[in-house]
């Protein structure tokens, strides 16, 4: 019982002071059909009310494959100041249903974190029509960490920063300064 008490004050603790999660569903769609294993993903969230919450799946937001309501989810806590991996735990996932008492509580923590938003007062209208909030509960106590590294190839995505360099970049920073 102690021991759970301490995995469960460790989970809480460290998820609450990283911004940031990786987290990996189970592949499994919600009407039980095996699915693809999806990689984890980095991901921003807020620990409330004893679990994460997530907003996602929508225009500008963080996708959220593999992550289905009822399926399972194993999360992995990094150190905000060190990046290292702190704790890994398994998470049951619950979508919320929109405009509940559950889900109204979990927006409001989730908009006042998020952060860059377009819409900004209209952000909860938005996610009440396009995206899903999620909680992930923990369901026992803490996973071992692996002893590799885990290295992964990075996801494929449209966005790139490699671009030409505007012709007028070289002159402005190697400009010589007149002197007066």
Not at 16 to 30: E, V
Not at 36 to 63: I, K, M, N, S, T
Not at 156 to 166: G, K
């Amino acid at each position: 019982m102690t021991e759970q008490l301490l995995d469960r004050a460790l989970i809480e603790e460290a998820t609450k002071k990283s911004g940031l999660i990786w987290a990996r569903g189970d592949g499994m769609p919600s009407a039980g059909a095996p699915g693809p294993e999806e990689p984890a993903r980095a991901l921003w969230h807020v620990w409330h009310d004893g679990a994460v919450c997530l907003v996602g799946d929508g225009p500008g937001e963080q996708p959220l494959p593999g992550l289905s309501d009822g399926g399972e989810a194993v999360v992995t806590v990094r150190s905000k100041d060190k990046g290292g991996r702190v704790v890994a735990w398994t998470a049951r996932v619950v979508e919320l249903a929109p405009g509940s008492d559950t889900w109204q509580e979990t927006v409001a923590e989730l908009k006042g974190k998020r952060l860059n938003a377009p819409d900004g007062e209209e952000m909860p209208a938005r996610w009440a029509r396009e995206c899903r909030v999620l909680r992930l509960e923990p369901l026992a106590g803490t996973l071992p960490l692996p002893d590799g590294s885990l290295a992964a190839a990075p996801l494929p995505t449209p966005a790139t920063t490699r671009q030409p360099v505007p012709a007028a970049v070289p002159r402005l920073l190697f400009k010589k300064r007149k002197r007066s």
